[in-house]
């Protein structure tokens, strides 16, 4: 038995009287992507949000490579100032990109582990040579994501789909152990989508582990390892990719995923 | 005519002095009310209940009074109440005074600007610079701040030319800015009396530098234009 990398049980979580989460358990193994699939309202995107501390949940248990990043009822774990440190397991791509539109590609790439290099002790004695690491890096990134003669230019000079992969290479910078994406493509014109769905596709062949939120169904099944298919807050079923695509063995899966064909998102 | 061009120098230079004093109140005060506004700002934006609605109380009140009547209030309360005169004598003491009410009062219009500016830019940006693992104060300096001053310039423009008007108020509490100057040439002064066109000459130095100031804020927009 391979130690997951991410653990998630019992999460739970409700805005006012809406209990947008309910039970949530699922794990993840390293070099592994999950895809989450289900309506919108289901609680997807709130999952990814509690996966990266921007919601706390009411109940239940995050763990990654074993540590207990998060537990409700540990209240040691929900300390503010440790919380930005172990936002850095993970990281995130948003529906809407959220690009620092006062910087440039690069610039955007490079922000955060700079940042995160000051407070390395020897960031003082060493400052040039980190700096240029730091470039170099994100320089790379931004290659790997196609976007070798866009370093210089700003958000608003970008093509969404340029925008997203922008916002891909951004997350990368800081290594995080685990992926997210939030819709991604959503956003996006439809001509533009598939450029982004490359880049993760890559991503997922080069064994990055990855949580995948989105509609693109033929997607999800190509790109993961395991499908998670939520509900009014529930999952309702996971599995492998040609189960839960195959044979559904619930009826609401069925249902849903019926909804998908013939709309050439399958 | 042959007496106001023989008078000419004695005006212009009362007025250079004058105007000097009208600079330096407008310099201090927008030295002090940049920041204060900015502390006011996050006073008035703070979770902490008690804070909020205490900052929202000041800022009702600066706003909600004329800056005159501050003026009056915060140079002669002192003095004539407390008897105790803390802003010093002379000159110097009412330049204090007025540096005082004015920062004050604008730094309250300042943070209604600054707050306006910054809950205009989208959570989303706060939102990614924390997964990105920064800090609030990161994530306030190094993404919001120029994403607001963007957004403020022209609201702040209007406040900063309407700033240089205004420290003709000081001359309530007799400070020597340069309607002061201007106006003293009616009652007499420097053997001139009875004389209105120094005040016109005033005006042409309030109009040179607003327009000098509209001119390096348009700059300023057109510069933070290259991005979105």
């Not at chain 1, 049980?9 to 006012?16: L, Q, R």
């Not at chain 1, 850095?88 to 440039?104: A, D, K, W």
């Not at chain 2, 959570?123 to 990614?128: K, M």
């Not at chain 2, 309530?172 to 040439?185: D, H, M, R, S, V």
């Amino acid at each position: 038995m391979i130690m997951p990398i991410l653990e998630v049980e019992h999460i739970c979580k409700s805005f006012h009287q809406t209990e947008v989460l309910k039970d949530i358990t699922f794990s993840l193994e390293k070099g592994q992507a999950v895809s989450i699939i289900g309506s919108s309202g289901s609680g997807k995107t709130t999952l990814l949000r509690c996966l990266n501390f921007l919601e706390t949940p009411d109940q239940g248990i995050i763990r990654v490579n074993s540590e207990t990043l998060f537990d409700a009822n540990d209240p040691s774990t929900r300390i503010e100032s440790a919380i930005r440190k172990k936002r850095l397991h993970f990281g995130l791509v948003f529906q809407s990109f959220h690009l620092f539109p006062q910087y440039t590609a690069l610039e955007n790439t490079m922000l955060a582990t700079e940042l995160l290099a000051k407070e390395r002790p020897d960031y003082k004695a060493k400052k040039k040579d980190i700096h240029e690491e730091i470039r170099a890096q994100a320089e790379a990134l931004l290659a790997q994501m196609g976007l070798e003669n866009r370093m210089d230019n700003y958000p608003h000079q970008l093509s969404g789909g340029q925008c997203q992969r922008v916002a891909i290479a951004r997350a990368l910078a800081l290594k995080p152990d685990i992926l997210c994406f939030d819709e991604p493509t959503s956003a996006l014109d439809p001509e533009l989508t598939g450029e982004v769905l490359r880049v993760i596709r890559n991503l997922a062949d080069g064994n990055t582990t990855m949580v995948i939120v989105t509609h693109e169904m033929a997607f999800a099944k190509d790109v993961a390892n395991h499908i998670i298919f939520m509900d009014n807050g529930v999952i309702v079923e996971q599995g492998e990719p040609s189960q839960i695509f195959g044979h559904p063995a619930e009826e609401r899966t069925r249902q849903f995923l019926k909804g998908y064909m013939g709309t050439g998102h399958f | 005519m042959g007496q106001i061009s023989e008078q000419l120098p004695i005006v212009v230079e009362s007025l250079n002095i004058g105007f000097l004093q009208t600079l330096k109140l407008f310099f201090v005060t927008l030295t002090g009310a940049f920041p204060l506004g900015l502390v006011i700002a996050f006073g008035s934006m703070s979770r902490f209940r008690p804070l909020s609605y205490l900052t929202k109380l000041i800022v009702w009140i600066i706003r909600g009074t004329p800056l005159m009547i501050q003026l009056l209030i915060i140079y002669y309360f002192p003095g004539l109440v407390l008897h105790n005169p803390i802003w010093g004598s002379g000159e110097a003491g009412r330049f204090l005074a007025a540096s005082v009410s004015f920062i004050f009062n604008y730094a309250c219009y300042f943070s209604e600007i600054y707050r306006g500016g910054i809950q205009s830019v989208p959570i989303g940006q706060e939102e990614a610079g924390l997964v990105l693992g920064m800090t609030k104060p990161q994530i306030f300096f190094k993404i919001t701040l120029l994403q607001m001053i963007k957004r403020i310039v022209p609201p702040m423009s209007n406040e900063i030319i309407t700033l240089v008007k205004d420290t003709s108020l000081a001359r309530i509490i007799a400070l020597q800015e340069i309607i002061w100057a201007g106006q003293a040439f009616m009652k007499g002064s420097h053997g001139i009396s009875g004389a209105i066109w120094p005040l016109f000459f005033t005006a042409v130095y309030y109009l040179i530098f607003n327009g000098i100031l509209t001119m390096l804020l348009g700059r300023l927009e057109k510069k933070l234009d290259y991005f979105r």
